[in-house]
Nanobody
Framework: QVQLVESGGGLVQAGGSLRLSCAASGRTFSTYAMGWFRQAPGKEREFVAAISRSGDSTYYADSTEGRFTISRDDAKNTVYLQMNSLKPEDTAVYYC??????????????WGQGTQVTVSS
């Protein structure tokens, strides 16, 4: 069982940056791939980025590649999402998830409660 708690969301102007954190409970964090997803009002939850268990592999949605960076610190049981050059269309609730390495929601077994990111134009 893994419990995930996101933090770091907020209001930022377009072009600005935010860093989201996701702290995991338990001693099995390093055995999970981690992912970030987001859900905007009226839209489906969509994949943002993923990082493998070892941290050697990362994958990004086309809309975020080059602007967002996912990383993990297994000593702190934490995964991060550094978001740069933010756009109004990045506005959403951001969720972290633990499970298998992939882009599908079904690959992930555990989810956080989400953190709101709002980008003003």
């Amino acid at each position: 069982q893994v419990q995930l708690v996101e933090s770091g969301g907020g209001l930022v102007q377009a072009g600005g940056s935010l860093r989201l954190s996701c702290a995991a409970s338990g001693r099995t964090f390093s055995t999970y791939a981690m992912g970030w997803f987001r859900q905007a009002p009226g839209k489906e939850r969509e994949f943002v980025a993923a990082i493998s268990r070892s941290g050697d592999s990362t994958y990004y949605a086309d809309s975020t590649e080059g602007r967002f960076t996912i990383s993990r610190d297994d000593a702190k049981n934490t995964v991060y999402l550094q978001m740069n050059s933010l756009k109004p269309e990045d506005t959403a609730v951001y969720y972290c998830a633990a499970g298998s390495y992939g882009t599908s929601r079904s690959a992930y077994d555990y989810w956080g409660q989400g953190t709101q990111v709002t980008v003003s134009s």
